[in-house]
């Protein structure tokens, strides 16, 4: 398949191209920048140069493609603005195409809000977090038209790659720092290995029947500060320091997205697994701190 993508130079975005390049699939990617332009070409994509807050510039100079995947959200007050803006000139495009297009949209773990024991499913009611209920219409407008095959994946908290959910305590250990944790150390965190995820999203691609959602999620919920400590361990800290941020601090300091991280969640990837045979197999994120922290 040809695949456009969006996002493809963030840590779930540089996985997927490498998965799909390496599945034989052409991948046309969006830049916004020369750097992002360079990193695409290096990874084998093609590169249509634009930014998602103005599709107007790009869409038409976008071939036809097979494919669409959404990975990029700008973490800013206007995120769900841009998003109606892009989706706006996108769908009608994508409609407008000699073939029906697969459209992978990305919504997220914490459109669930906090689980408790509770495990959640794709059958779950959404609760989200307020930073993110902008999306829970855009993706029911993806799923409900039927201009488009419409699929959507809620990753759990991402790791691995050159960025992800962890780098933040590394940070903080390596400068010899406190551990900033957000909430509690016994807050629990679904989490999935970005190349895991990648396999997902080239799974769905190719496999998923449309109109149908999957969770993202290879560990159902791990405490942080479990996490933190492993962190800490695997950078030479023998007796971490984890210091307690409220959450009003965290959002002030990243901005109210990062109330997320106090959301004490279980998830499910299980429907993955039984549809469309997606084994991941990073299913320990404490051992395999040893090679991210390297």
């Known amino acids: 398949m040809r695949v456009f993508l969006l996002g493809a130079t963030g840590t779930i975005g540089q ?60 973490f800013d007050s206007a995120m769900g603005e841009t998003e109606r803006h892009l989706l706006d000139g996108l769908l009608p495009r994508l409609a407008a195409s000699r073939r029906k297009v697969r459209f992978i949209y990305t919504g997220g773990c914490w459109l669930f809000g906090s689980t408790g024991d509770n495990v959640a499913t794709e059958d779950s009611a959404l609760s989200p977090l307020p930073a993110f209920a902008w999306m829970v219409p855009h993706l029911q407008r993806v799923l409900e038209s039927r201009d488009i095959d419409g699929i959507v994946i809620h990753p759990a908290m991402v790791y691995g790659g050159d960025g992800g959910v962890f780098r ?39 496999r998923a029947a449309p109109q149908s959602t999957y969770l993202g999620v290879a560990t159902e919920g791990v405490p942080v500060g479990k996490i933190a400590r492993a962190v800490a361990h695997r950078v030479g800290v023998a ?6 941020v409220s959450e009003d601090a965290a959002a002030q300091e990243l901005g109210e997205w990062a109330r997320g991280y106090v959301c004490d969640q279980r998830l499910s990837g299980a429907k993955a697994r039984k549809e469309l045979g997606w084994a991941p197999i990073h299913l320990d994120p404490t051992r395999d701190v040893m090679e991210l922290c390297a």
């Open 15 to 74: 996985a997927v191209l490498r998965a799909l390049i390496a599945r034989g699939h052409e991948v046309v990617a969006l830049a916004r920048s020369e750097a992002s332009a360079g990193k695409i070409a290096q990874l084998g994509g093609a590169v249509v140069r634009g930014d998602i807050g103005t599709p107007g510039q790009w869409l038409p100079g976008l071939p036809d493609v097979d494919g669409v995947i959404q990975m990029a959200c700008d």
């Open 239 to 244: 007796v971490p320091v984890i210091d307690i």
């Open 168 to 206: 933040r305590f590394e940070q903080d250990a390596r400068e010899c720092r406190a551990i900033r944790v957000v909430g509690s150390e016994a807050v629990r965190w679904p989490l999935v290995h970005c190349d895991d995820l990648a396999d997902l999203y080239a799974l769905a691609l190719e």
